[in-house]
């Protein structure tokens, strides 16, 4: 079945520091793929997406780009803050003719902690 | 949008008895997910609903565990005979059938311990 596999965390930055939170994925058909954010406290909130391969989802300056070659998803961002620290997971949506139509595949999160 | 809303936020119950959670999606929503949310993992899909109707459960919803959308417009999913491996946090999601823009809207979720 589908599945997403997501680097071990947790991962512990200085402000301004490069992030990458790598993502990998296993799925039938033609995956859409996520990443959600989860600050502490709330609910889980779409951080940005990607529909067909070599799209770049971007939200937030934080950036993805749907590779099928390599079924991967790196969530990257160039300088981060005190305030991303967070819960960031990576899903896939089934694509139609796929195992999990409709419904999302979560990996296991990473949780962020960004130091001033 | 008033966003997705879950009730209650919290529930302690012990062994044994049944519980309720509530959900009400965004209000032109006509899709409707419910996933659980172990400690340190990333939520699991367990049914989905178009309209009032159950399309999809996961095999991780055992018989112990019911989910209805009547009108099509809220939903609740029961636990009955609650065990401890049912504590967890309970996320419901919305999203709109129509277009093509997949985003699924998040609650806040139910936290359910069982004692």
């Known amino acids: 079945g589908d599945s997403v596999t997501q680097m071990e965390g947790p991962v512990t930055l200085s402000e301004e520091a490069f992030l990458t939170i790598n993502c990998t994925y296993t799925?039938?058909?033609?995956?859409?793929l996520f990443w959600y954010v989860q600050y502490p406290g709330e609910g889980l909130q779409l951080l940005l997406k990607a529909t067909k391969a070599d799209d770049k989802g971007s939200n937030k300056g934080f950036e993805a780009t749907y590779r099928k070659e390599t079924t991967s998803f790196h969530l990257e961002k160039g300088s981060v803050q005190v305030s991303d620290s967070a819960v960031y997971f990576c899903?896939?949506?089934?694509?139609?003719?796929?195992?999990?139509?409709?419904?999302?595949?979560f990996g296991q999160g990473t949780i962020l902690t960004v130091h001033p | 949008d008033t966003g997705v809303s879950q009730d209650p936020r919290h529930k302690i119950t012990k062994r044994g008895q049944n519980v309720t959670f509530r959900c009400d999606p965004i209000s032109e929503h006509n899709r409707l997910y419910w996933y659980r949310q172990t400690l340190g993992q990333g939520p699991e899909f367990l049914t989905y609903f178009q309209n009032e109707a159950q399309l999809e459960k996961s095999r991780l919803l055992s018989d112990r565990f019911s989910a209805e959308r009547p009108k099509g417009s809220f939903s609740t999913l029961e636990i009955q005979r609650t065990e401890q491996g049912d504590s967890a946090m309970y996320l419901c999601?919305?999203?709109?059938?129509?277009?093509?823009?997949?985003?699924?809207?998040f609650g806040p979720g139910t936290r359910l311990t069982v004692t």
């Open positions: 999601a919305s999203r709109n059938g129509q277009g093509k823009t997949y985003e699924q809207y």
């Open positions: 799925a039938t058909g033609y995956p859409s």
């Open positions: 899903a896939l949506r089934g694509g139609a003719g796929g195992t999990s139509y409709g419904k999302l595949t």
